[in-house]
């Protein structure tokens, strides 16, 4: 189920507690708390020497106080309210958390850092449906952005922002070319995956209007895409061959590429990606539990 779905409810129920409590339940223990103590102290003056001192006092404290607690469902429910509201706002509208489950983004992400992902950078919006409602911004080229999988909303994935709206993306023998203009690619020493115990090629490649950027190419996968899907929206707007694929992207969409390329499974494969499936940009690597160094800031 939806983690913000979740949430939702969660705010919802806790804060219909929180409100009937300021609105009626709050109300009602002042009054009952009233009526016990009149009565206590009705009994004290009808006790001449009985109903004075410390003993007295500390009596009738503890029945205000017992009068006036609420029960314990309420506690529990409206008292977490502030903190579910803050948690819910922080995560719809500012950054919200996640994990790296695999390793398609290698070397820039690698599998089990945690990342944050900054949610107004391309708009404010509406949590849940995750209708834009503020336009702030627009992915660019080079971002390393979180969006929801197209053939699975309920799936959230992260690739690089490859093509914009209107730009025509080619990938032929390994190599990107945007717009007529080819990236650059600069060799580093070969990469080691610690995971599958293997080298690949690494290296710095810049897109036209883009920061740089590390990838990995296997040196024995072929060039041409294979087991692409045949019917995702705006097929015909990419041509395949045996070197690789050109697209043109079109309105509202995105074309997205994880920087380990030969184990990516991106928009070479199932498509675009729709503007409104975007949940922000990643920016920040907080945690890796197996490496206390990744954290920071990465292209």
Request: with cysteine.
């Amino acid at each position: 189920m939806n983690f913000a779905l979740i949430l939702f409810v969660l705010v919802v129920i806790t804060g219909i507690a929180w409100v009937a409590d300021k609105l009626v339940f709050q109300k009602q223990r002042r009054v009952s708390a009233q009526a016990a103590l009149a009565e206590f102290d009705a009994r004290r003056a009808a006790m001449p020497g009985h109903g004075s001192g410390a003993d007295f006092e500390s009596s009738r404290s503890r029945l205000a106080e017992e009068k006036l607690r609420q029960p314990w469902w309420l506690e529990y429910s409206a008292s977490f309210f502030p903190v579910i509201l803050a948690v819910f706002v922080l995560r719809s509208f500012v950054v919200e958390p996640f994990k790296i489950p695999s390793g398609s983004m290698i070397p820039t992400l690698l599998i089990g850092d945690f990342i944050l992902v900054n949610k107004y950078e391309y708009g404010l919006r509406l949590p849940v449906i995750n209708k834009k409602i503020v336009s702030l911004g627009e992915p660019q080229r080079g971002d390393v952005m979180v969006f929801r999988y197209p053939k699975d909303p309920s799936l959230d994935y992260i690739k690089r922002v490859i093509g914009v709206p209107g730009d025509v993306v080619t990938y032929e023998n390994k190599r990107l070319t945007v717009n007529g203009k080819p990236a650059q690619y600069d060799a580093l020493p070969d990469y080691l995956d610690e995971e599958r115990l293997s080298y690949s090629k690494h290296y710095k490649e810049t897109l036209p209007g883009g920061a740089p950027h590390g990838i990995l190419n296997d040196a024995d996968r072929p060039a041409f895409v294979a087991g692409a899907d045949p019917d995702f929206p705006f097929r015909e707007n990419c041509t395949y061959n045996q070197q690789g694929v050109t697209c043109k992207v079109p309105s509202g969409h995105y074309f997205v590429m994880g920087d380990n390329r030969d184990n990516s499974l991106d928009s070479r494969y199932w498509g675009f990606v729709p503007d409104e499936n975007i949940v922000g940009k990643a920016f920040l690597i907080w945690m890796n539990l197996g490496n206390l160094g990744r954290v920071g800031s990465f292209q």
